[in-house]
């Protein structure tokens, strides 16, 4: 598996998991109807860092983000976002591109991370946590899931 800095070429390889992960409504607070063009902005923004995973046969099977989560002073927190394709879930790939995010905000010199609203339902919790994430609030009965009604959404933290 290689992770790697996304380029331009890549948004439609992620788009492909992008919208099935947001219209699916279970694990992000975007709207289910997004459309390629706002989603792409979403994500790709020039403000963020992006990068995706590559499997062995070159295929991008995940992406994620790093920007900041506030300006000004508080500019060295940041924030993230992940998606992990559901057809190459529970592979550790989650894991190792969470392990060089982390990595590489710290390098960049974050003090840590701030995740705004993972919705308490989100297998991710697990890893969340057991990567050092600690849960510092949760908004109760703030996001409508599909299938579980209304749920929390977490806010968690990971100093770097």
């Known amino acids: 598996m290689l992770i790697r800095e996304a380029a331009a070429g890549d948004w439609p390889r992620i788009w492909s998991f992008w919208h099935r992960i947001v219209a699916a409504g279970e694990t992000y607070t975007w709207d289910p109807d997004t459309s390629e063009d706002a989603a792409r902005a979403l994500w790709m923004s020039p403000l963020k860092r992006v990068y995706v995973v590559e499997d062995d046969a070159g295929l991008v099977v995940a992406s994620a983000?790093?920007?900041?989560?506030y300006g000004g002073p508080a500019t060295r927190i940041a924030n993230a976002g992940f998606m992990v394709d559901p057809d190459h879930g529970g592979r550790g790939i989650g894991r190792a591109l969470a392990a060089h995010v982390l990595a590489e905000a710290k390098a960049d010199g974050y003090r840590g991370m701030v995740f705004n609203a993972?919705?308490?339902?989100?297998?991710?919790?697990?890893?969340?946590?057991?990567?050092?994430?600690?849960?510092?609030?949760?908004?109760p009965d703030a996001y409508d899931h599909p299938r579980h009604g209304l749920v929390g959404l977490h806010i968690m933290y990971k100093a770097l």
């Open 118 to 139: 993972v919705v308490e339902t989100n297998p991710a919790v697990n890893l969340w946590t057991s990567l050092g994430f600690t849960i510092l609030g949760t908004v």
């Open 65 to 69: 983000y790093v920007t900041p989560n």
